[in-house]
């Protein structure tokens, strides 16, 4: 550092001090050094830090208390199980016996069940099932556990210390699985109610009501359907060629305008508000009569309606007259019974099956009688056991209608 001071002379003088001490030795370091020094120093603080945390002195942890034991009452656990097993269709003959086993001091008890399924089988919607009602009833997964040698997989659940729970599924490729679908439909709703409304409730599967509007009972049978989550659709009743209808204002009749028919329509949709599609009662005459046909579907559609064709006439055109103006449409492939008797079901329904084969699908129809209800239950059970999905008609058309828009962009119409 330079200063001036003013000699005796009044002259000045420049003095030069010189910078000593640590300040001094410090500035006159390279720029490079310094930066060294200084990461070297935060290095060691950061160094010294860690230490300090590492080797400190914590207090001791509080021992937290044992998980108290939980009472399972099995009876539940078990009905749970077969009410997930009945909702994916997984016959008694699949399961193998299960083993209840408790360790040496009684303190854990384990229920070991095994399930055995087909190649084809939707096992991923049983193991969801599963999950979901266990769950529901308080179990956690612990365990899932593949099988790289055998097709097995294990899933331990775990309710509290004290209670194990083992679902293993073993793969089965010799175990018959058709895989098709089948929709049934019960015609005639709305002329009695009970005990024929109380029988079809009881049937395991979706099977789809369909109701005749303007009949003594529909408003009733509709709500009982709405409130038990049954399908509906209307059953219209149509001009047949000799025998009577019933008329009350519902009968779509040939020659019948536009405006008429979707008096009815709307009139029929009041009383069965939860119909998603029609099917015809009777109509052998009006199934075969295009250009009142061309009107009843154009209704339909504009409506929000599907056509099941009920095939009263062998030469209708109601199914193709409803393709041809956009309205999603199926046809019926044979009876299960007639309004007198059920006695040929299983045969009919062994057919439907063999049809299925074809087209993945089918549909069938029966009457709302006791006898029908009962043999449907058996019929229903032995076809489940390989394979046959028991689904609601609208399933099968929304199905249908996916597969040809999927062929028609295919073929590059969109």
Aim: proline share 6%; glycine share 6%; charged share 25%.
């Amino acid at each position: 550092m330079t200063v001036k001071r003013r000699n005796i002379s009044g002259e000045t003088a420049k003095i030069r001090y010189r910078r000593t001490g640590k300040q001094g030795r410090w500035n006159r370091l390279p720029e490079s050094a310094r930066w060294f020094f200084m990461l070297l120093l935060i290095t060691f603080l950061n160094g010294a830090g860690v230490g300090f945390y590492l080797t400190r002195t914590l207090p001791p942890e509080r021992a937290h208390p044992p998980e108290p034991p939980v009472a399972v009452n099995w009876d539940d656990v078990t009905e749970g199980l077969k009410q997930v097993f009945a909702e994916n269709q997984v016959p008694e003959s699949w399961l193998i016996r299960p083993v209840m086993s408790e360790s040496d001091t009684n303190e854990v008890r384990s229920l070991k069940i095994g399930v055995k399924y087909p190649i084809h089988f939707l096992k991923d919607r049983l193991t969801n099932g599963l999950f979901q009602k266990l769950s529901e009833m308080g179990w956690t997964i612990s365990e899932a556990e593949a099988s790289l040698k055998y097709p097995n997989e294990d899933f331990v659940y775990k309710k509290g210390p004290n209670n194990l729970l083992e679902i293993q599924l073993i793969r089965y490729p010799k175990l018959e699985w058709l895989d098709r679908s089948i929709a049934i439909i019960i015609d005639d709703f709305g002329y009695k109610l009970h005990p024929v409304v109380d029988q079809f409730l009881k049937l395991p599967v979706p099977v789809t009501w369909a109701i005749i509007p303007g009949l003594n009972y529909t408003k009733e049978i509709a709500q009982i359907a709405g409130a038990n989550h049954v399908p509906v659709i209307i059953h219209l009743p149509m001009e047949p060629m000799h025998a009577r209808v019933e008329h009350g204002g519902f009968t779509i009749f040939e020659g019948m305008s536009k405006k008429n028919i979707g008096r009815v329509i709307h009139r029929a949709l009041a009383e069965i508000p939860a119909a998603a599609g029609v099917n015809n009662h009777m109509g052998s005459k009006l199934s075969i009569y295009q250009p009142t046909l061309i009107l009843f579907m154009q209704v339909l559609r504009d409506n929000g309606l599907f056509f099941i064709d009920s095939m009263t006439n062998p030469k209708s055109i109601a199914y193709k007259v409803a393709r041809n103006q956009g309205v999603p449409s199926l046809k019926m492939f044979t009876y299960l019974d007639n309004p007198k008797s059920s006695l040929n079901l299983a045969q009919k329904l062994s057919e439907a099956v063999a049809e299925s084969e074809k087209k993945g699908r089918a549909i069938v129809i029966g009457h709302a009688r006791n006898e029908t209800a009962a043999l449907l239950k058996t019929e229903i059970k032995k076809w489940q056991a390989r394979g046959i999905y028991f689904v609601p008609v609208s399933e099968l058309v929304q199905e249908y209608e996916a597969k040809k828009l999927f062929r028609r962009k295919i073929a590059g119409r969109f």
